[in-house]
């Protein structure tokens, strides 16, 4: 027939125009491109001009070690601590030396210098009734401490009379205690259990003083500024540390063991000579 071909393409439109939506339906959809994955922004200054990258990095710091003292004395006395102020005595190191090679008559220059101080100056020595009282109480633990060592019981009386006026239950802001103010790291190196009981606290900073006297030539300018500050101190300043706190302790303790050694039966004329209390005789 002359019209079957007609038919035949028109049949073929027919099925292509019922086709093409679906597919241009399927092609649209299969064209849909993928979500984006959520993410969130984080902003950052940009770093100004000239400046470095840094990482800042915390760190607790390590304390010193418990006991620990830096040059500390038996009285807690630290070079750090110690103000290199104008001390109040500093007239009385106009004479006396302070360097570790000058002790020769060191000791006998000192007591001349209290004796003799410049007009309207003076050290305040602690007053003879305190000391009498110390060595009623604790003469014989005094006595018996210094046998054999090389320190005066005179000295001993005068440094406690200073360090603590006698109350076996002092304590410095420091940490010292007792009678002779004994730091913790003293007390432990010279067999301290207890600083609180006074025959122990008086042995302990007998032994120390007795140690001094051994290490800087029974010097007692050297042995009592190494006593308050610290021997580590001395041997660092070549001599007596330029503390006020130190150079006022030496002639104060001198001060007191001119009154001390007067309540002995024989005055010591040395401070490391022995005596024994006008207070024991009975």
Not at 42 to 67: D, F, H, L, V
Not at 202 to 212: N, P, Q
Request: a positive charge; aromatic letters at 6%.
């Amino acid at each position: 027939m002359i019209f079957s071909p007609l038919l035949k393409l028109s049949a073929l439109l027919s099925v292509l125009l019922l086709i093409a939506p679906c597919t241009a339906q399927a092609q649209t959809e299969g064209a849909k491109p993928k979500p984006f994955p959520e993410f969130s922004a984080k902003r950052q200054k940009p770093p100004k001009k000239g400046s470095r990258k840094r990482i800042t990095i915390q760190i607790t710091p390590k304390g010193p070690k418990a006991g620990a003292i830096v040059g500390g004395g038996a009285s807690g006395g630290s070079g750090s601590s110690k103000a290199r102020t104008s001390a109040t005595y500093a007239w009385f190191w106009d004479t006396v030396p302070t360097e570790l090679g000058k002790s020769g008559g060191r000791f006998q220059t000192a007591l001349n210098r209290l004796s003799n101080p410049p007009s309207g100056s003076g050290v305040r020595a602690s007053r003879l009734q305190t000391l009498y009282t110390i060595s009623q109480a604790h003469g014989v633990e005094i006595l018996k401490a210094t046998i054999g060592k090389k320190v005066s019981p005179a000295l001993v009386l005068a440094v406690i009379a200073v360090e603590s006026a006698g109350k076996s239950d002092a304590v410095s802001s420091a940490g010292a205690q007792g009678l002779m103010q004994l730091m913790p790291a003293t007390a432990t190196r010279f067999g301290v259990k207890d600083v609180n009981v006074p025959a122990q606290n008086i042995s302990g900073g007998v032994a120390y003083l007795d140690w001094l006297m051994k290490e800087f030539s029974n010097d007692p300018v050297l042995v009592l500024a190494a006593y308050n500050a610290g021997e580590g101190a001395v041997r660092k300043n070549n001599g007596v540390p330029p503390y006020s706190e130190t150079r006022d302790y030496v002639p104060k303790v001198l001060a007191a063991f001119q009154v001390a050694r007067g309540l002995c039966v024989t005055p010591p004329q040395l401070a490391t000579d022995g005596c024994v209390f006008k207070t024991l005789g009975g």
